[in-house]
């Protein structure tokens, strides 16, 4: 089956760095994706890694392992509009194509 | 250029009806993808459309089922609704060879009473 995991909540201060884990045991993996969520909207497209290593975007950036399973979405500045939920999804290859598997997200909440 | 366009945007049904949910892809994306997404917990995979037909499916049951038409639009339809489908639906488009830039739509609200 299908397993991705991170941690259901976080708590940052305004201007702190925070970084956020996601451990996946998938078969067809085919690279990994963070989208951002916040309440009753839309995901957003924050990163996509295919290779190893880390990939930076502004205030943003995702690290992955493919060896160990593992990535994380790095937020750097923290700001009051960061709150939101962080979605970490595996592009899974399956004979119909390719698909996202989510993991059940993380909400994050920037404090003062 | 318009994203992916869903409708309606909120929605209420009672037990054992059936409901219908439309989503436009973005221009030049030419596969349909369905999710639900409960209160808290990340989209669950329903089915996804290609060259008007499904390609693939999750996990759920022969009461969700889906269309996709010539211009790569999409319906997802579900018959004998329970309480438990009360969720946001959420569509998502892309292009059949790009494994990346999956668009998504900002939902179909469905409370089942």
């Known amino acids: 089956g299908q397993n991705i995991d991170q941690p259901t909540e976080m708590t940052a201060t305004e201007g702190a760095i925070v970084q956020i884990n996601c451990t996946y045991q998938?078969?067809?993996?085919?690279?990994l994706f963070w989208y951002q969520q916040h309440a009753g909207e839309a995901p957003t497209f924050l990163s996509y890694?295919?290779?190893?290593g880390l990939e930076e975007k502004g205030r943003f950036s995702s690290f992955l392992s493919r060896s160990k399973g593992y990535s994380y979405l790095l937020l750097k500045e923290l700001q009051m509009k960061d709150s939101a939920s962080y979605l970490c999804?595996?592009?899974?290859?399956?004979?119909?194509?390719?698909?996202?598997?989510f993991g059940t997200g993380t909400q994050l909440k920037v404090e003062l | 250029d318009a994203g992916v366009t869903q409708s309606p945007t909120h929605l209420i049904k009672t037990r054992g009806q059936q409901v219908t949910l439309r989503c436009s892809p973005k221009?030049?994306?030419?596969?349909v993808s369905w999710y639900q997404q409960a209160l808290g917990q990340g989209p669950q995979f329903i089915f996804q459309?290609?060259?008007?037909?499904?390609?693939q499916r999750g996990n759920f049951p022969d009461r969700f089922s889906g269309h996709q038409f010539p211009n790569y639009s999409s319906e997802l339809n579900v018959n004998a609704l329970l309480l438990g489908d009360s969720a946001l639906y959420l569509c998502?488009?892309?292009?059949?060879?790009?494994?990346?830039?999956?668009?998504f739509g900002s939902g179909t609200r469905l409370t089942v009473v």
């Open positions: 459309y290609y060259e008007e037909e499904e390609r």
């Open positions: 999804a595996a592009l899974i290859f399956t004979g119909g194509g390719n698909k996202l598997t």
């Open positions: 221009s030049g994306h030419d596969t």
């Open positions: 998938t078969s067809g993996f085919n690279g």
């Open positions: 998502a488009s892309s292009r059949k060879l790009d494994r990346e830039g999956y668009t």
């Open positions: 890694n295919v290779l190893d």
